[in-house]
T-cell receptor
Framework: GENVEQHPSTLSVQEGDSAVIKCTYS??????FPWYKQELGKGPQLIID?????GEKKDQRIAVTLNKTAKHFSLHITETQPEDSAVYFC??????????FGPGTSLSVIP | SAVISQKPSRDICQRGTSLTIQCQVD?????MFWYRQQPGQSLTLIAT?????????ESGFVIDKFPISRPNLTFSTLTVSNMSPEDSSIYLC???????????FGPGTRLLVL
């Protein structure tokens, strides 16, 4: 069935450094790829998304890239801050409009 | 974006009982969904709540265990029936509007079954 893999599972960076999280998906018909940030005790919050007709999208310190041929997409956070510490989930929408979530990446930004 | 609230935010229940979780959206939405998130795990879709018809359940989830209602375009409930400790989890409601695929999530209901 449809599957989304995500790496790494945990990531620690120094404040000010960049963080990169990578995902792969299996359904070649997927055309929408959201990223969610989940802080402890809260629901997932959409932080950025990208559609299959776009290769890259940026919003301030956050950027997402998509390689449809390789079925890869990545989240890039620059100039990380302690408040970026959270669990990040990538997701892909299948051909049936069902959203499949990756297993998550726990990001720690060390002051 | 849609603002979603859930009630209760958390509960501790005895095995064999049932709990109904409410989800309220601040605007009319097309689709509403219920997810389960085990501690430290990712999100698993339980079902899609359809307005005016029966919910669509994912493999491994059945209506008798997780009955869902959606009486209008802004409200849905999920009941966790005949609970066991294995039902201890976070239950999340989400919604999307129009033909958009973007889902917005509520804060979740943290359930502990003793």
């Amino acid at each position: 069935g449809e599957n989304v893999e995500q790496h790494p599972s945990t990531l620690s960076v120094q404040e000010g450094d960049s963080a990169v999280i990578k995902c792969t998906y299996s359904d070649s018909a997927s055309n929408y790829f959201p990223w969610y940030k989940q802080e402890l005790g809260k629901g997932p919050q959409l932080i950025i998304d990208i559609r299959s007709n776009v290769g890259e999208k940026k919003d301030q310190r956050i950027a997402v890239t998509l390689n449809k041929t390789a079925k890869h997409f990545s989240l890039h956070i620059t100039e990380t801050q302690p408040e970026d510490s959270a669990v990040y989930f990538c997701a892909a929408t299948t051909s049936y409009d069902k959203v499949i979530f990756g297993p998550g990446t726990s990001l720690s930004v060390i002051p | 974006s849609a603002v979603i609230s859930q009630k209760p935010s958390r509960d501790i229940c005895q095995r064999g009982t049932s709990l109904t979780i409410q989800c309220q959206v601040d605007s009319q939405v097309t689709m509403m969904f219920w997810y389960r998130q085990q501690p430290g795990q990712s999100l698993t879709l339980i079902a899609t709540a359809n307005q005016g018809s029966e919910a669509t359940y994912e493999s491994g989830f059945v209506i008798d265990k997780f009955p869902i209602s959606r009486p209008n375009l802004t409200f849905s409930t999920l009941t966790v029936s005949n609970m066991s400790p294995e039902d201890s989890s976070i239950y999340l409601c989400s919604a999307s509007a129009g033909g958009a695929k973007t889902q917005y999530f509520g804060p979740g209901t943290r359930l502990l079954v003793l």
